[in-house]
């Protein structure tokens, strides 16, 4: 959904030609013959989520929270996605003050949270609803139009309790200047910076970005320094979220296939966020960005 006008035609050529790739009779199972019906079917509608599906084919095998979740997102129901049920009980487990970066309490709610395939599958979706919302804002349409108070004529916000979630209103310190949220907006903002460079102040609800980011880093890289820090040599497997991941994290959500291209493609989209003072691009964005891309390919094709 992004705009490719500065790429040259190779690069262009190049996105067409795995936009277009086949992934009919990939096996995406041969690593995970230890797992349940329950948790196959969910790393089934991750995919799917991905790929494209038809709602009506989920399995009843998966649960009723996950094939709800999944239906609302495959429907364009990204606001609802992320108020439901799995996105209370995720936020719920979120405390904190203005004194932490909101990335680094996302990423560790992210691993005190997934304790299986299944919640792993749950909080990716959250994330990739969070993803869409954000680009849905800022580039494909369409646009939330506020309603009227049914009490009064207060106009209500049609992303209340979306951006930011409850559990991030103590960063939302209203000033008394005309825009009320100058102040998270900027925080928000002040957090998606990469290598110096500060992102768009135009952009809306660059919150759902940061919680899109925040999850599929702490999915996909779980043992890696994430974009707020400046980038590290390629031995550096140090993480910003723990020191000490557990290894049951790790062992769950290295059966995720989907989050390696979900991740890539919101590196991409941060990346466009930036306000570039150079030609070149950010070298920790484009870091991650390959990493993942690359480990998709090891994922999607055989050579």
């Known amino acids: 959904t992004m705009n490719d006008g500065d790429n040259d035609g190779s690069d262009s050529d190049s996105d067409v030609a795995f936009a277009s790739m086949d992934f009919v009779g990939v096996n995406f199972d041969d690593e ?21 599906q038809d709602d009506n084919e989920t399995n009843d095998e998966c649960s009723e929270v996950m094939q709800g979740l999944y239906k609302l997102i495959s429907c364009g129901k ?37 304790e299986t395939v299944n919640q792993g599958v749950e909080v990716e979706l959250l994330a990739v609803a969070a993803f869409n919302l ?33 559990c991030f209103q103590a960063f939302c310190t209203v000033a008394t200047e005309p825009k ?40 996909a890289r779980p043992q890696r320094q994430d974009w707020m820090h400046a980038a590290a040599s390629s031995d550096d497997t140090s993480s910003s979220v723990s020191q000490s991941v ?15 291209l ?9 990346e466009r966020l930036l306000v570039q003072t150079r030609d070149a691009c950010s070298v920790t964005l484009w870091d991650e960005t390959k990493e993942s891309f690359q480990t998709a390919l090891s994922l999607y094709c055989e050579d």
């Open 78 to 114: 990204y606001r609802e996605a992320l108020k439901s049920p799995v996105a209370q009980d995720f936020f719920s487990g979120i405390h904190g003050d203005d004194s932490t970066p909101m990335a680094q309490l996302i990423q560790r709610r992210v691993v005190s949270f997934v």
């Open 246 to 260: 557990p290894p049951v994290f790790v062992d769950v959500v290295s059966k995720l296939k989907a989050i390696y």
């Open 32 to 52: 995970n013959v230890d797992l349940s019906e329950n948790e196959l079917e969910a790393l089934a509608n991750e995919l799917f989520v991905l790929f494209g």
């Open 134 to 166: 954000f680009l849905q804002l800022n580039y494909t349409g369409p646009s939330f139009e506020k309603s009227a108070s049914p009490t009064d004529d207060t106009p209500l916000d049609p992303l209340a309790n979306v951006n930011p979630h409850p």
């Open 180 to 219: 009320q949220h100058d102040k998270f907006h900027n925080k928000v903002l002040s957090e998606l910076a990469v290598d110096g460079e500060w992102p768009c102040q135009v952009c809306q609800a660059p919150y759902l970005l940061l919680l899109a980011r925040s999850i599929f880093h702490a999915l």
């Open 262 to 270: 979900w991740n890539a493609r919101a590196a991409v989209a941060h």
